[in-house]
């Protein structure tokens, strides 16, 4: 993937009427470029309306926020990781925060859905970050290793497998707060020497995302700090006229 990866999670915003309208605003304005990576992220009912609209974008990639680890079966409301490839995603999410914090998602499930992701041939993106009790006890850097090797322990041919990450401070998403572009940085070094220690020198190449509280008025700048290969964005993706502006920083 190209570096900058700009993806957009829109959470439980967006179905297929709204995502349709959203894409016939953003696919005309954002002229394809091969110097960046964009992913959006639809809740799963517009995934395929975010598909047919990016068919021949090889720069605009679908995504799906969540996948369950099972190929298929007696596991009502989820989604396998060859369904979601099925209806277009490209790339699944992993482990984003509110997973973990208001679905108790676990970094043992989030290892499981790593490794279904990659069987079924899409990239996945894992998040990690620390919570604003966890950093005030001096706990971000063991936790977020913790979050990173765990998460990626069940992933057999790492080296050959397609991932990216993504650091969100919990404490930044949606609250207006941003990490401070040393701060995140500090925390992207950190997540690429572990890698380094796991996969060598294709750890250069996983392109490691920074997310919490982006927009159009601090993207360039967090863009513009050592070690962010990219951004992950929440509420400001909802809206087209939002998105684009970040998306063309
Ligand atoms: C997110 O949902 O990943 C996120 C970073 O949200 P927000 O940009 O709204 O903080």
Redesign the pocket.
């Known amino acids: 993937m190209k570096r900058p990866v700009l993806?957009a999670?829109w959470?439980m915003n967006n179905g297929p009427t709204a995502a349709s309208s959203f894409m016939d605003v953003f696919i005309p304005a954002y002229h394809p470029r091969t110097d960046r990576t964009i992913i959006i992220f639809p809740p799963a009912v517009s995934l395929p309306v975010v598909a047919a609209a990016t068919v021949g974008r090889s720069d605009v990639l679908p995504g799906i926020q969540n996948i369950h680890w099972a190929e298929k079966g007696a596991f009502t409301g989820e989604i396998s990781a060859s369904m979601a490839r099925d209806a277009g995603a490209q790339v699944a999410?992993v482990g984003?925060?509110?997973r973990r914090h208001i679905f108790g998602d676990t970094d043992i499930n989030c290892a499981k859905r790593c490794h279904a992701a990659a069987k079924a041939h899409i990239a996945f993106m894992l998040?990690v970050g620390e919570t604003i009790e966890q950093r005030e006890a001096g706990e971000t850097e063991s936790l977020v290793t913790k979050q990173l090797r765990e998460g990626l322990s069940q992933t057999p041919n790492l080296i050959s497998t397609e991932f990216l990450l993504?650091y969100?401070p919990v404490w930044?998403?949606?609250?207006?707060l941003t990490a401070s572009p040393a701060d995140a940085s500090a925390i992207q070094s950190l997540l690429r020497s572990q890698l380094r220690q796991m996969i060598g020198t294709r750890a250069d190449e996983i392109p490691i995302l920074y997310?919490?509280?982006?927009?159009s008025g601090n993207a360039a700048s967090l863009l513009a700090t050592d070690d962010i290969d990219g951004l992950?964005?929440?509420?400001?993706?909802v809206e087209a006229s939002s998105w684009l502006a970040i998306a063309q920083t």
């Open positions: 993806a999670n959470k999410l984003h925060s509110e998040c993504a969100e930044a998403i949606g609250t207006g997310g919490g509280s982006v927009n992950l964005v929440g509420g400001a993706s």
